[in-house]
């Protein structure tokens, strides 16, 4: 195994989704090679509980339109805004699903919180691989790095491949800051020194974020540098202290309400995508814990 080299610079599809605000991201070394898909987003509606594909087909026909092969379908978390469509992905691609380590803990915590069905794992079996911090992996000819950046929920990491870095939900563009860190585990000072760590990298380095809220003035983007976030971050630009930004995020966490599909999309995230067991009128369901969270 090689060290990702920060000279390789590696193509980077980043395909938006307007419902949840996500990018799933494709990495590639042009048309013919090997890839990862990053985060992905099934699409889902919560008035109906119905899912489709829409979405991901275009994450389909974009690998599939460069004869691109798939070797990881990777998450750089549970995610609480939407669920992600790797089995969907898996099943029309191929590819390894993975994601950090400490998915385990978040499995734990959920499992109590939902009560869970007693054959629900906590060991991350549900995925192919569990990424440890510092591990490598290939992508072809490219080797990715993991970074575990834990605050915005214990289990989160970043990928390095070449000179790009896929950092989840621990920065967003400059003119928005940060993730929030009042989720069970989540913490504002492991998420100060979790940035610190992305920011610490060399300047030119290319970041590619997982969401964008965009300031009305603004049209979307996810791609900045470590240069541009350190000098404009308007939450950890340097000069921010550890407690002037955990003062900060603890105050703006306060005031905000969660996410629309927070309660499925852990449910089903923790399952590495996977619908819950059916029950026996053949429907699988996700619950609604009453004064719990
Ligand atoms: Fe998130």
Redesign the pocket.
Known sequence: MNTPSSTLHPQVHGIFDPVTWTVTYVVHQGPGTPCAIIDSVLDYDPKSGRTRTVFAQQVVDYVQKNQLRVEWILE??????HLTAAPYLKSKLGGKTAIGHAITSVQKVFKTIFNLEQSFQQDGSQFDHLFKDGETFQIGELTGRVMAVPG??PA?VAYQVGDAVFV??TLFMPDVGT?RCD?PGGDAKTLYASTRKILSLPPQTRLFM??DYPPTDRPIAFETTVAEQRAKNIHVHDGVTEAQFVDMRTRRDATLEMPVLMLPAVQINIRAGEMPPKESNGTAYVKIPINAL
């Not at 750089?76 to 805004?81: C, K, L």
């Open positions: 750089t978390h549970a995610h609480a805004d915005h929920t989160c989840g939900d993730a989720f997982c969401h």
